[in-house]
């Protein structure tokens, strides 16, 4: 027997880049993340072929559950042409061999950046969302140590401290896009930049979403018919952005997240679900297109039920 | 009941268990003994003071109230926890929150400087677990206005505040969930002499309105000479003298209290 025979045949690189250990370290801190949703697991974090910051944590997870059987979606500010959507997607592809798509409901793994696609994902399908700051209370409490405690007592005062004083200060909260959510009753997670519109498509999905941060080596899930609920006082209701009455320059829907476009005679706007809006312009043109059920959300356009 | 009997019953004071019991309080920093077996009790509405020089251990027995650190022995009974010392660190938390306020002599101890004066007293409420916005405002309002704060001010951050002002957020933080006991830890030291009588004469009249219970640390005999009932001599960790505030200030027994005593007044 020559030593040849007894190990592997040598490759450039190993299947989805990352080698094997690697790989098993991010799945292991993956099951614990779903064991307890809305914890941070701290993580290695290896080298990938891209700066920290741009979606490496997201990377990262997609190439360790990625498997010859995924298609994959990838998508940033909702958009599937966007330089980091289109350079992470040519990566993964080139490195695994997957199929690709942009139609959100083909995709079996989809990662994203700011954005949840519009139409309802079901189960099975895996959304991965890329994080720039995993915790919280970064905003608030410098202190990591002091901030893990809070996380294990559940003590949130410090981020409904912060809504107290938008209120009181400015009159409404001005979180924008990672409003803290609370999930299944304990742990506050930041939710991504995704926008406040976007945080009811994680309340008790059918999906798992796996969220991870490459820089900061965290990484989080909420589990498939979680509680994922956005902290708010109980005598002044949540806001979602207002959007009403913006309609899409291409596809004239009346609903879902827009983009606005400067124009030079005023704005316009235009769906930020780049693999919608192809369907909903296929089905304008006649062309046979499955469009997926609208999940469910308080309103069917941002701010419209306020 | 015979004149002669009632006679022979304690004063009414003492008719009223305890509030607060503390026994047999131990704290070793490695070789340092900063506590040494420290006891003393303290009855509803009463205002105990505790006086001593700089590392007598004073602010020690503070902290220690306050569940900031856990003492190498002894145990701590404050109205239904029978000991404090044994409880979790969460139940700690708890007790803290809902039983015990605090001001201290620095105000960035006690208060986030940048955050509004309002959001720090509704911090203490949202720890508590009070999720209405309204009730926040009103509880900060009436909070502030019992520490005699100015109402026009309230949004502003402690930051822009003067030193008195800051004081008073930090009372009213501490007595905005009505706590069963309130520790100041010298609370008017640093503060001009007008301002100070402003201030003791605030927590006077807190203590006459709502009868609460204090212990006050201070090296400034006025300070204790104007609020406390009861007063505790504090050196090198251990009680050297304690009885009623005139008592000891007008004729203190110990060589050591009549040092301080000369030396202040």
């Excluded at chain 1, 005023?266 to 919608?276: A, E, H, I, P, Q």
Aim: charged share 20%; glycine share 8%; hydrophobic share 40%.
């Amino acid at each position: 027997m020559k030593l040849a025979d007894l190990t592997h045949a040598r490759t450039d690189y190993n299947y989805a880049f990352l080698d094997e250990h690697a790989k098993r370290e991010v799945r292991r801190a993956l099951l614990k993340a779903v064991a307890v949703p809305g914890y941070q697991v701290p993580y290695a974090s290896r080298e990938v072929p891209m700066a920290r910051g741009w979606g490496t944590g997201g990377l990262q997870v997609t190439l360790s559950i990625i498997g010859e059987s995924s298609r994959l979606k990838v998508i940033d500010q909702g958009a599937d042409d966007s330089v980091n959507a289109a350079n992470l997607r040519r990566f993964v592809a080139r490195m695994t061999g997957v199929q690709t798509t942009t139609d959100a409901l083909e995709a079996t793994v989809i990662q994203s950046r700011h954005r949840i696609p519009e139409e309802e994902l079901q189960t099975g399908q895996v959304l991965v969302l890329q994080v720039p700051l995993p915790d919280p209370f970064s905003y608030v409490e410098p202190s990591r140590s002091l901030a893990r405690e809070l996380h294990a007592d559940s003590d949130y005062a410090l981020l409904w401290l912060r809504l107290y004083e938008d209120l009181t200060l400015h009159g409404e909260v001005l979180t924008g896009a990672d409003h803290p959510v609370l999930v299944q009753g304990h742990y506050v997670m930041a939710p991504s930049p995704i926008p406040r519109y976007d945080l009811a498509a994680l309340h008790q999905a059918h999906h798992l979403t796996l969220l991870s941060a490459g820089r900061e080596k965290r990484l989080y899930a909420v589990p498939p018919y979680t509680d994922v609920l956005p902290l708010a006082f109980d005598d002044v209701p949540f806001q979602i952005e207002r959007q009403q009455g913006w309609v899409c320059q291409q596809s004239g829907a009346q609903h879902g997240f827009m983009n606005e476009v400067p124009q030079e005679d005023g704005r316009s706007y235009v769906l930020s679900d780049t693999g919608y809006l192809e369907k909903l312009l296929r089905q304008k043109r006649g062309e046979p297109a499955i469009i997926g059920a609208r999940r469910k959300s308080q309103q069917d356009q941002p701010g419209s039920a306020l | 009941m015979t004149l002669a009997s009632s006679l022979l019953l304690p004063p009414q004071l003492l008719q009223v268990g305890a509030l607060l019991e503390v026994s047999g309080l131990q704290m070793v920093y490695g070789r340092v003994s900063a506590v040494r077996g420290v006891s003393f009790e303290l009855y509803p509405g009463e205002v105990l003071g505790i006086v001593g020089e700089s590392g007598s251990g004073k602010s020690t027995v503070l902290r220690l109230l306050n569940l900031e650190e856990r003492p190498s022995a002894g145990t701590y009974r404050l109205a239904h926890h029978q000991d404090l010392f044994a409880l979790s660190r969460q139940e700690q938390r708890a007790a803290r929150v809902r039983d015990i306020g605090i001001v201290y002599q620095n105000p960035h101890l006690g208060l986030r400087l940048r955050y509004s004066s309002s959001g720090n007293i509704a911090e203490r409420m949202l720890t508590a677990g009070e999720r209405r916005f309204r009730v926040l405002r009103e509880v900060a309002r009436a909070s502030l206005s019992a520490s005699e704060f100015p109402l026009i001010r309230m949004d502003d951050p402690p930051q822009v505040l003067s030193g008195g002002m800051q004081q008073r957020v930090q009372l009213a933080k501490a007595i905005a969930l009505e706590p069963q006991l309130l520790l100041l830890d010298e609370p008017t030291t640093g503060l001009d002499v007008s301002v100070q009588a402003r201030v003791l004469d605030t927590l006077r009249h807190l203590q006459s309105e709502r009868a609460v219970s204090m212990i006050i640390v201070s090296h400034d005999l006025g300070v204790i000479r104007t609020l406390a009932d009861r007063v505790l001599v504090m050196r090198h960790g251990q009680v050297v003298e304690r009885g009623l505030t005139d008592q000891v200030l007008e004729d203190p027994q110990h060589p050591y209290t009549q040092q301080l005593v000369h030396a202040k007044l």
